[in-house]
């Protein structure tokens, strides 16, 4: 019998008995302990599944129509999402379109565009709703959901990935890192590097030493993402060189509680002078500032990239399944984070405890949603503990097991499965834009995500990592780089600026910062006089007026700091 008819009739006898299980007897879905989550429909199931559509503005996979666990959990809940996602265009333009024709998806993520699409009107206010679902109630503090008003007093969106359930639980380092290959790592016998003068000596030492890899094709040392908004991988390593935690759009003192702008710093100017050299020696890919997002994913999956900043949510359930559908983690080309900072004296802040609460954008209604109310049921049956073990888990006995203790576990074949784009497809369905948990489960054992569970991270590891991690005498990438405390209240500042428009002097000259960055950073990179390159762009950025945009971001600090006293 082949694999996929086996997984086949597995899923169908998982699904029969799935189905029979978190229900009540009058259909209703039902928690742990056997009552029924507010909002649900007892008629659902004899007035059919219904289906609303969404939009999230982020290039994302869509899953087949048959999907086999979106039916799954429509037979449970009574609902399921068409989604669809940004392609071609910026998330402004998307949002501008649809506003300009006033029809919309009934579920909606802005991103960028969140703004336009609250000052359009094209946004239902929740916090009457609120109540009435208890799941999404209890996904934030009072405070927290304070922070979610606008300025007419409502609440209108959900952030999706803000919420730690019980414990926190976290192996993978979901953030922003230099990264590195343990392949690099292991030629080098494992080494401590800590510094970035460290980081691209070892690349340099390496690549000269093996200019390709085991197919002849070439390395390339060190590329840079700068494709529209991800240019965040070339612009914002300043403030964690220095040890301040990802503020996206400054660094706060959190002594004097004072915006300090990175973009100046003479941490700014070492970082660029390095990455100029690196350039000038032909270690920094030339196809950086030029490639597109798409190119990037293509380079890190064909395992030749040694070496790059970037957010690990951004490319590790795409290039990072493609090294190991392709087996190329058997020549080391998985990446691992490194604690990298200016120089030793300076502990890093790569990864901290808490999360970081983003207050500027999230799951919305429109007003085009003919059933807000059934909407919200969704979102809120969404977060029932059985239904999240099947978003990110799967079905029992197809895509994990259950040992005698009661810890959820993969086996290869299905931690293999897991990472195919194919079954990913036609299989799982994760709604990884809707609102959901990190941490612990209500069982009190597993965590809500595989990725925050201890023993199946670790044993889903590809060999070339766990090597790495037993070298380093560690577990997980978090270890590799260390937990900090979480920041202040203020945190993360870019939950703000991520909002600026040009509607203020702030918001004009963040856009005028923006649109000079890209046009000159890369310049300040391939410049063959450094000092004049640098001395040029010092001159178009200040020239922007960036004492507007700190002067905005103090006065968001200041009332963020106001708010959180008011709730102690």
Known sequence: MNKKR??????????????????????????????????????TEEAGIKEFTAFFGVAG????????????????????????????????EAVGTMIAGGEYPDFIEGQTGTTQLYEAGALVALDDYLDDYPNIKNLFTDLEWEKLRQEDGHIYWIPQFSCIKNEEKVCAHNDEAFWIQARVLKWADYPEIRTMDQYFDLIEAYNAANPTMEDGTANIPYTILCDDWRY????????FLDGYPNDGSCMVDPETLTILDYNTSDTAVKYFRKLNEEYKKGIVDPESFTQSYDEYISKLST???LGMIDQWWDFAYTAGDAIKQAGLDAQGCDYIPLPITIDESVKNQWHNAGGAFNSGSGLAITVSCKDVPGALKLINDLLDQDIHNLRFWGVEGVDYEVDENGEFYRTPEQRMQASDTEYKASHMCSYSYFPQYNGTSDDGINANKPDGQAREFFDGLNDDVKEAFQAYGVETYVEMLGTNEAPGE?????????????STPGGMAWTKIGEVKHEQLPQVVMAADFDKAWADYMDAYNACKPEDFISELQAELDSRMELAAKFK
């Open 61 to 92: 996979s869509e899953i087949n129509d048959d999907n086999e666990v979106q039916q799954l959990i429509a037979e449970k809940v009574g609902a399921k999402v068409k989604e669809t996602w940004l392609t071609g265009q910026t998330a402004d």
């Open 6 to 43: 086996l997984v086949s009739m597995l899923l169908v006898s998982a699904m029969t008995a799935a189905l029979f299980t978190g229900c009540g007897s009058d259909g209703n879905l039902t928690s742990g302990d056997g009552t029924t989550s507010a909002g649900t429909n007892s008629t």
């Open 303 to 305: 395992g030749r990239v």
């Open 232 to 239: 965040f991988c070339l612009e914002n390593a300043p403030q």
């Open 490 to 502: 203020w945190y993360p500042m870019w939950s703000f600026s991520n909002n600026f428009n040009t």
